[in-house]
């Protein structure tokens, strides 16, 4: 298990002091959301690699189609434009570059290291039977994909459309004002429970998922978007009547 632990961690330094560098050249800190999913990839094909356990295959499966996934479509939205994106332009205004390497690529070199902790445990851990767990595990990890790419393609239709409203608030956006960010906590927690049906010693990762969650919701996920987002118009009042993160029935509005 040490050698998994300790490979990653080297891969994982090197991938990102790689991107900061490109980061650096380019004057673009948003190329770091390029390489998030693509590091977990990585991670997972390492552990399968060093591993010894079948489960590993699934969960390395389980990585790739949405690291990849998620790689295809923010590379998109990133070479769209030279801009930087506003979250990283307004948390490093005016700060050096050595700023965007401690709080950005460092912090999210560890939290990259750190949630993939079920996925490495699993690929050396000990087996018995395949459990209903890891069943569990899958199905949660397919509604966490289907909200993120759902939620993706109906915000990339919403902004084609010329008769568009103010905000999109329609399909998953009508119940939760970031489907995407609550697909990737429901990926990763899918991924746990996946890890731990196939080995008890996973659950010594439990807080994963739970810093997977944190970073989405509190960190550079939901919070960080909703400062720019409640400047836009008819942004507050879909705010109160939609939940910022899970899905539930949209609020009906006081006459």
């Known amino acids: 298990m040490l050698a998994v ?3 990653n961690a080297v891969s994982v330094a090197v991938l990102l ?14 190329i770091i959301d390029l390489v998030w999913g693509l590091g977990f990839v990585l991670i997972a094909l390492i552990s399968a690699l060093v591993g010894d356990t079948s489960l590993r295959w699934l969960l390395l499966g389980m990585v790739a189609v949405w690291g990849g996934r998620l790689a295809w479509h923010v590379g998109r939205r990133v070479f769209a434009t030279d801009e930087e994106d506003p979250r990283y332009a307004r948390m490093l205004a005016g700060k050096p570059f050595s700023f965007a390497v401690k709080r950005v690529f460092l912090t999210q070199g560890v939290a990259m290291w750190f949630v993939s902790l079920p996925v490495q445990v699993t690929a050396v851990s000990d087996q018995g039977q395949w459990t209903w767990l890891i069943v569990v595990g899958v199905a949660i990890w397919l509604v966490g994909l289907v909200f993120e790419s759902v939620g993706d393609q109906q915000l990339a239709a919403y902004k084609k459309d010329p008769d568009r409203g103010p905000v999109m608030d329609q399909g998953l956006w009508r119940y939760t004002r970031h489907p995407n960010y609550f697909g990737d906590s429901c990926v990763w927690w899918g991924i746990f429970l996946v890890g731990v049906g196939g080995s008890r010693l996973v659950l010594t990762t439990s807080l994963s998922p739970v810093v997977m969650t944190y970073f989405l919701i509190f960190a550079t996920g939901a919070k960080l978007l909703e400062q720019t987002m409640m400047k ?14 899970f899905p539930l029935p949209p609020k009906k509005r006081v006459s």
């Open 17 to 30: 002091a790689v991107t900061a560098l490109i980061a650096h050249r380019i004057g673009r800190v948003v």
């Open 232 to 245: 836009r118009e008819g942004y507050p009042e879909y705010a109160e009547r939609t939940s910022m993160f």
């Open 5 to 7: 632990l300790i490979t």
